[in-house]
């Protein structure tokens, strides 16, 4: 009996497993390709070291600003020459006559702040525009925002969905005892005193269950992060959560999914019963 | 004004009913209980029953009289439509559902069936009963031999209910209602599934209990024992209380 238990619970908890991975996923992904979005504010032409280091200064006292960094024109020229590698030809005979500008160059804490931080970047003196990827983010926040928010709303279906199932489960087992449990009440036990044992058999259930889908997703994952690190990854310019982190978050929500599973479902289950 | 007076009349008689009530020192009170199931039908109608301490009373009714459901009332397994159930000065009617274990804790029942667990043994189910009130394993080990000797099955604890015949399967369930030393023993036609001479045997066994001062209560169909017995008699017939003599027969005698 309890094996049907086990079976279903560890069936419910893959699925739910792999909903808590992916999750973990795109909010390790979104997290990074956010902080990656920096913001440059370029500056008017010929200004003096003590400007810059003021300016700086008043940057990063804007609320939102993690890091700021003066890139200089010939700073900026050796990284455009370092981009266009091979081609770098191409810009020779710039170096007398620079073009381009000096610049800050702003990291913020949250890519939500951007729109405030480039205004009051602005209206300062001697800069003469702010950059940043306006379209890009803005779609970007709005991607990862709707997936956390699918992702977590998926989980709470699947939670209710799988409470019933493991309780119908459990059923089986209450019904094959009920004989036992309506004495019980004939001669005075609490409901407590018929309900724990059940509840124990449920989060033991659970934490079994628990181990199983742990054991079965981590080392899916483990295959998973070995081929896509050969070859995807180079390509794409973020990387997927790291075995080791995983492994810890996701045996931490599973058990507490699990546990929950279990002692609901037998909560549930017993109550028909009690009621003699 | 009238709304007054009539406040403290009411309040003058239930103070003189009580007065009177406690006096008597009734353990089981029953006043105007009527139950009347979802579908209308009225099972039992204007019942008014008051039990001494150490009382034995048969309840004797045909099937369907009413009798099982007058013991489910007082066991709190159903709820009566209207009136007032008190036992041992506590109103059940007004209980709490938390409170309803230690209700029971003070009524040993025991059924035609026996309800006894096939797969603990004699020992075990008694035990069981002490193990669910939650009593320290000390106390069980101590109180159920004693009380296993009582009703004659000493030598065997260790067997398991099927390996017992119907007389001694119903001294199991007797030890494990009385297990737990309670005021009130209700037995619902616990005589049912035996032969006359067990049941004799089973009969000895509730006087002796009664004699030790539990108050009985014991629905039944076997004309021959209530006739013997000379004891309190309560008929039931269509949900009223039809006849209630202090040493009667199961038959009014004519």
Known sequence: ?276 | MTHFFCRIIKDFRSLCRNIILKGCDFLIRLNDVNKVFTDGHKVLNNINLHIQKGEFVFLVGSSGAGKSTLIKLMLKETEATTGKIVIDNEDITKMRRRYIPHLRRNIGVVFQDFKLLQEKTVYENVAFAMEVIEASPREVRRQVPIILSMVGLSKKYDLYPQQLSGGEQQRVSLARAMVNSPKILIADEPTGNLDPDTSREIMKLLVEINQRGTTILMATHAKDIVDNMKKRVVAIEGGRIVRDEMRGAYCRET
């Open chain 1, 1 to 276: 009996m309890s094996l049907a238990s086990v079976t279903s619970i560890t069936a419910t908890l893959l699925v739910i497993g792999i909903f808590v991975m992916l999750a973990l996923n795109f909010d390790y992904i979104a997290t990074n390709i956010e902080s990656q979005v920096e913001m440059k504010a370029f500056l008017v032409d010929g200004l003096g070291q003590d400007v810059i280091e003021s300016m700086k200064k008043n940057v990063e006292s804007l609320d939102g600003v993690k890091t700021v960094t003066f890139e200089s024109k010939t700073q900026a020229l050796e990284k455009f020459k370092e981009k266009f590698n091979n081609n770098s030809y191409l810009l020779e005979g710039l170096d007398d006559r620079n073009p381009l500008p000096d610049s800050l160059i702003v990291t913020m804490i949250s890519p939500n702040n951007a729109k405030e931080i480039s205004e009051s970047i602005s209206k300062m003196s001697d800069v003469e525009n702010v950059v940043y990827g306006k379209e890009v983010l803005d779609k970007l926040l709005k991607i990862t925002y709707a997936l956390r928010v699918g992702c977590l709303l998926l989980i709470a279906v699947l939670l209710i969905i799988s409470t019933f199932i493991i309780a119908n489960t459990i059923k089986l087992t209450v019904f094959a005892r009920r004989r036992e449990i309506s004495i019980m009440k004939f001669v005075g036990a609490t409901d407590w005193f018929v309900r724990w044992p059940f509840i124990i058999e449920g989060v033991v259930i659970g934490i079994i269950g628990s181990i199983i889908t742990v054991l079965a997703l981590s080392s899916v994952y483990m295959y998973f992060v070995k081929t896509l690190s050969g070859s995807m990854l180079g390509i794409m310019s973020f990387t997927i959560m790291p075995f080791s982190e995983i492994v810890i978050d996701t045996t931490f929500f599973v058990t507490c999914i699990g546990i929950f599973i279990g002692f609901l479902g037998s909560v549930i289950s017993v109550r028909k019963f009690l009621k003699v």
